[in-house]
């Protein structure tokens, strides 16, 4: 069964920091492009982040860079999201995706919905 998974998420204060994971599972997480996602109550879902399937492409959504960075470690068969800083808005359920056809994390490939796996979504809260 091909099945993504979502951990590390919780009830932070802001300014701190959190790692989220995606693990895979039936499948080789290597060959596939990831893209970090986020749903807010009462927003649509936005791109918050993506990385090509070699590592050598990523991209962030404006309203993170310079917090959060991806990366992966295809020998772990999951990739990571550092975040940093973070900020009550942060507050949102976090998904990963993944897709085969994405060799390079343009900006279509940050905000589309069009990727083949979704995991099931982490809550990540920022409050004091």
């Known amino acids: 069964q091909l099945q993504l998974v979502e951990s590390g998420g919780g009830l932070v204060q802001p300014g701190g920091s959190l790692r989220l994971s995606c693990a895979a599972s039936g499948f080789t997480l290597g060959d596939y492009a990831i893209g970090w996602f986020r749903q807010a109550p009462g927003k649509e879902r936005e791109g918050v982040s993506c990385?090509?399937?070699?590592?050598?492409?990523?991209n962030y959504a404006d309203s993170v860079k310079g917090r959060f960075t991806i990366s992966r470690d295809n020998a772990k068969n999951t990739v990571y999201l550092q975040m940093n800083s973070l900020k009550p808005e942060d507050t949102a359920v976090y998904y990963c995706?993944?897709?085969?056809?994405?060799?390079?994390?343009?900006?279509?490939?940050?905000?589309?919905?069009?990727?083949?796996?979704w995991g099931q979504g982490t809550q990540v809260t920022v409050s004091s």
């Open positions: 995706a993944a897709d085969r056809r994405y060799y390079y994390c343009s900006n279509y490939v940050l905000q589309t919905y069009e990727y083949d796996y």
């Open positions: 990385i090509s399937s070699s590592g050598g492409s990523t």
